[in-house]
C-alpha cells in the first residue's frame, strides 16, 4: 500500500506560480510512475503530468506544457509540481497519482493505482 499525502495548493493571481508536494508513505515509489491530474469545476479529472520511476522521462499536458515542471526524489519520497504563468483555467483540485506501470498524457484516471488526497488550486483574473 501507498499513501499520498498532497500539499501546497492556495490561491494565486494570474501570472504567479505555485509549488506543489506529494509526500508518500508505506512502500517506496522507486517503483512506481507518479503524475498529476486535475480536476476543474463540473468536469472530469484529466491528467496534468507524468514522471518515470526513474525521473528521466516527463510527460505533460498540451495546455501546460512550458509552464509547469515535474519533479521527483526517490531518496525522499516525494514528488513535486512547479507551476508558473498560472491561468484563471488552470483553477482545479490536483491530485498526486501513482501507477506501477507508466503515468502519460493517455492515462485515463481509472488505471491509477493510489490517489492523494488532493488540493485546491485556485487562479484569480
Known amino acids: 500500500q501507498v499513501q499520498l499525502v498532497d500539499t501546497g495548493g492556495g490561491l494565486v493571481q494570474a501570472g504567479g506560480s505555485l509549488r506543489l508536494s506529494c509526500a508518500a508513505s508505506g512502500r517506496t515509489l522507486r517503483s512506481y510512475a507518479m503524475g498529476w491530474f486535475r480536476q476543474g469545476p463540473g468536469k472530469e479529472r484529466e491528467f496534468v503530468a507524468g514522471?518515470?520511476?526513474?525521473?528521466?522521462?516527463?510527460y505533460y499536458a498540451d495546455s501546460v506544457k512550458g509552464r509547469f515542471t515535474i519533479t521527483r526524489d526517490n531518496t525522499k519520497n516525494t514528488l513535486d509540481l512547479q507551476m508558473n504563468s498560472l491561468k484563471p483555467e488552470d483553477t482545479a483540485v490536483y491530485y498526486c497519482a501513482a501507477r506501477a506501470s507508466f503515468i502519460t498524457k493517455t492515462t485515463p484516471y481509472s488505471a491509477i493505482d493510489y490517489w492523494g488526497q488532493g488540493t485546491q488550486v485556485t487562479v484569480s483574473s
Open positions: 514522471i518515470s520511476w526513474s525521473g528521466v522521462s516527463t
